[in-house]
């Protein structure tokens, strides 16, 4: 570049970085406020959580008491980076709920580290659960040898039973933070889990006819779903979100789902990774291979959100969702 452009560009940046600096709102809303920005006129616990099932939990017992604030929302638990809006969110939080079991609690430390707010508790949920209560994540290895370790299922939250203790954990970490409100806390914690034992006698009912309860799940999240519904779900599309199926991992799903005395029909894809054809591979192969009817059904694992959509009654909403459009396609 010559002088004559070099003085032309610096100029051009001298005058970007002033514009920059007239215009209120270059880093977040209109007022010139990070959107993230707490209300002053609250004096409750701040609360975060990492993904949105967490939020509806949260602000279901939170009430007026406490203020609920949902972190990641196009991208999941398994894909997502922090910005500095969200990095900015944390700074001023009193209590972070992650779920934990190696989903999400990694990205919390690095937000709290990042934030520099020392004082802020992050609370692994899941690792409340008692461990009888936890599953391993699905295998479909044949060769267990000494170095074949299994992880724990993270996906609690799609057992309405295992929302119902999560709740339980919230609620009292809310009531040693806030005593004074203590008995709000306990009386919307005991309502919200009344909802949460109707969501699961909705699905045990709709599930309850079906002789047919086989499935292949998009990725490994459907362990704690299968049992509190009772389903039978034989293989994963996925080992990773987002990462294909090798051809050996494909032709022993074929395999599984193929067997004359027990072909498995249902294939469950997920809005998060719409794009992927996986699952329509795998249902084009069972109709080549004789299986009566191969489906599609959409099921979400609730690991993303519109922030639009995200209110308390959001997971209840998803969990029906999910529950009628499986029902509606099993046999
Ligand atoms: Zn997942």
């Not at 084009?284 to 922030?307: A, H, I, Y």
Request: glycine share 6%.
């Amino acid at each position: 570049m010559n002088r004559v452009l070099l003085l032309k560009a610096t100029g051009l940046v001298t005058a970007i970085a002033a514009i920059t600096l007239l215009v209120p709102g270059c880093s977040g809303t209109p007022d010139g406020k990070r959107q993230n920005d707490w209300p002053a006129d609250h004096a409750g616990p701040k609360v975060v959580v990492s993904f949105a099932p967490l939020y509806s939990f949260a602000a279901s017992v939170a009430g007026d008491d406490a203020i609920v604030k949902n972190v990641m929302t196009s991208k999941g638990p398994h894909d997502f980076d922090p910005t500095a809006d969200d990095i900015a969110l944390v700074t001023q939080a009193d209590l972070f709920f992650v779920v934990g079991l190696g989903l999400d609690e990694k990205k919390a430390e690095v937000m709290r580290t990042r934030s520099g707010n020392k004082n802020m508790k992050i609370i692994e949920l899941g690792e409340q659960l008692d461990k009888k209560d936890l599953c391993e994540g699905f295998c479909t290895h044949a060769d267990h040898g000494a170095d074949h370790k299994h992880d724990t299922d993270p996906h609690v939250w799609l057992s309405p039973t295992h929302a119902a203790k999560l709740v339980g954990f919230i609620r009292d970490e809310l009531k040693s933070k806030d005593p004074a409100h203590a008995a709000g806390y306990d009386a919307r914690a005991a309502a919200y889990i009344e909802k949460l034992n109707a969501v699961k006698a909705y699905g045990t009912e709709k599930f309850k006819d079906k002789q047919d309860k086989k499935l292949v799940s998009f990725h490994d999240s459907l362990a704690y779903f299968e049992e509190c519904f009772q389903l039978n779900v034989r293989g994963v599309l996925t080992k990773k979100p987002g990462q294909d199926v090798s051809n050996k991992e494909m032709t022993e799903l074929i395999r599984i789902c193929t067997k004359k005395t027990s072909p498995v029909r249902v294939i469950l894809t997920e809005p998060q990774y719409s794009t992927s054809s996986q699952g329509e591979i795998l249902r084009k192969e069972l109709v080549n291979s004789g299986v009566t009817d191969p489906v599609l059904v959409e099921f979400d694992t609730l690991e993303t959100v519109r922030p639009d959509e995200l209110t308390p009654d959001w997971y209840e909403k998803k969990m029906r969702d999910n529950i009628d459009r499986l029902a509606e396609k099993m046999k």
